[in-house]
């Protein structure tokens, strides 16, 4: 037995260059967004984590719209001479690089003390739409300042229109492009997550917070480090700021309104100028109304299963929705959304874009600003790499007949 040859080891041989900034080490270690997930499921206590990722009762809602795209599988042409593939479209308008669009997700900063200013910078960066909640911690001209990229802001028809016609005068005053009405929370759904964790805005630093802190200190000392967390639109007016413990359930009952009809819808369109999207549309007889009643596009949506448990998934959705009234509005599929490929799948049914949430959430829970640069970089490649397997040039050579719905 001949001895071992250095030379040969010294072929394969390699080391790393060690990486001194740990939300980078972190992000090194993922390498799709479940990663990310499972490393903000390890980094944030659990009433957080729970939070960002559990949606309402048995939680089926949530389950079936990653699993919806699942169901859905490629046919893939081959020997298409694809060359350079262009992922660019248009949304409203307006051009993109690729056909996303970040959702609103409310109490960004509990996520990471950046919050909604990191999200916006990530996603000016990367040319896309970031749509900022009515509940986020930090204001829209916050957001503004920081973010030169395509702005929508997310309203919510609360009892109070007054407020809710201020908040659009500023959206407008701070150069915010599209509304995005909320039509699936008449009243909030039953998280039972939050229930079970006692969840509140801010967290309570009871016993049970303090002994998880100390077993996320990473969290903890950027949250004991940076401002108090509040209701950055809503700031010292009577509706609550969020500056004291409140439960979340019983504040957003206290202000969302049952009465909610299409009559809002009209009265919305009569104060904003821009175009207005309706996000959480779930039926293709809504999609009908809402092209009637003159909206620009609808979000097929049920707000990542934490509103109606057994609610359809959105990517089932699209093509019969598109099918009735595709030529009147754009439509976005909202929900499960985790890989380029997703993107794609709802493309090839006649969507326009798709919308991500919990995605960037833990991404920027896992390494901040930099965890959103890498998501969207991360979906950005997949997107051109499975359109060039699927044998696809451009985003219109894609058609129903470049996937298939399975049972397996």
């Known amino acids: 037995?001949?001895?071992?040859?250095?030379?040969?080891?010294?072929?394969?041989?390699?080391?790393?260059?060690?990486?001194?900034?740990?939300?980078?080490?972190?992000?090194?270690?993922?390498?799709?967004?479940e990663d990310l997930r499972s490393a903000a499921r390890r980094r944030l206590p659990r009433g957080i984590f729970d939070y960002?990722?559990?949606?309402?009762?048995?939680?089926?809602?949530?389950?079936?719209?990653?699993?919806?795209?699942?169901?859905?599988?490629?046919?893939?042409?081959?020997?298409?001479?694809?060359?350079?593939?262009?992922?660019t479209t248009t949304l409203l308008g307006r051009a993109l690089p690729m056909p996303l669009v970040l959702s609103p997700t409310g109490?960004?900063?509990?996520?990471?003390?950046?919050?909604?200013?990191?999200?916006?910078?990530?996603?000016?960066?990367?040319?896309?739409?970031?749509?900022?909640?009515?509940?986020s911690t930090r204001s829209i001209e916050e957001v503004a300042a920081v973010s030169s990229g395509p702005r929508w802001f997310q309203v919510y028809a609360w009892r109070d229109r007054g407020l809710v016609g201020e908040m659009v005068e500023r959206a407008a005053a701070a150069g915010y492009e599209a509304l995005l009405l909320t039509v699936d929370t008449p009243v909030v759904g039953r998280r039972e997550r939050d229930v079970r964790s006692g969840f509140t805005l801010p967290p309570q630093l009871g016993l049970e917070t303090l002994l998880d802190g100390i077993l996320h200190p990473g969290w903890t000392l950027d949250f004991l480090r940076s401002e108090p967390i509040?209701?950055?639109?809503?700031?010292?007016?009577?509706?609550?700021?969020?500056?004291?413990?409140?439960?979340?359930?019983?504040?957003?009952?206290?202000?969302?309104?049952?009465?909610?009809?299409?009559?809002?819808?009209?009265?919305?369109?009569?104060?904003?100028?821009?175009?207005?999207?309706?996000?959480?549309?779930?039926?293709?007889?809504?999609?009908?109304?809402?092209?009637?009643?003159?909206?620009?596009?609808?979000a097929l949506s049920n707000h990542g299963g934490r509103q109606l448990d057994h609610a359809p998934s959105p990517v089932e959705l699209v093509a019969p929705v598109c099918d009735a009234v595709g030529e009147r509005l754009e439509v976005l599929c909202d929900g499960g959304v985790r890989r380029g490929g997703d993107v794609l799948k709802a493309l090839a049914l006649g969507a326009r874009a798709c919308m991500i949430g919990r995605p960037y959430l833990y991404a920027l829970a896992v390494a901040g600003e930099a965890g959103v640069d890498w998501l969207l970089e991360h979906f950005r490649q997949a997107l051109r790499r499975d359109l060039a397997l699927l044998g696809c040039s451009r985003l219109s050579d894609l058609s129903p007949d470049s996937v298939e719905w399975r049972s397996d």
Request: aromatic residues 8%.
């Open 1 to 33: 037995m001949s001895p071992p040859r250095l030379d040969t080891l010294r072929a394969v041989l390699r080391f790393r260059d060690f990486e001194w900034d740990p939300a980078l080490r972190r992000l090194a270690r993922c390498a799709s967004v």
């Open 52 to 87: 960002i990722d559990g949606a309402a009762e048995d939680e089926r809602s949530a389950e079936r719209n990653v699993a919806g795209f699942e169901r859905l599988g490629f046919r893939p042409r081959v020997l298409r001479e694809v060359g350079e593939t262009d992922c």
């Open 107 to 135: 109490f960004g900063r509990v996520a990471h003390s950046q919050g909604e200013l990191a999200v916006a910078r990530a996603a000016a960066r990367a040319g896309l739409p970031y749509s900022l909640s009515t509940l």
């Open 230 to 298: 509040v209701f950055a639109n809503v700031v010292g007016r009577e509706v609550g700021d969020g500056s004291t413990p409140v439960a979340l359930a019983d504040y957003i009952n206290t202000q969302f309104d049952p009465n909610l009809g299409w009559r809002d819808v009209e009265w919305l369109r009569g104060i904003w100028d821009g175009p207005l999207v309706l996000k959480g549309i779930q039926s293709v007889a809504d999609a009908r109304l809402a092209a009637d009643a003159g909206v620009q596009a609808i």
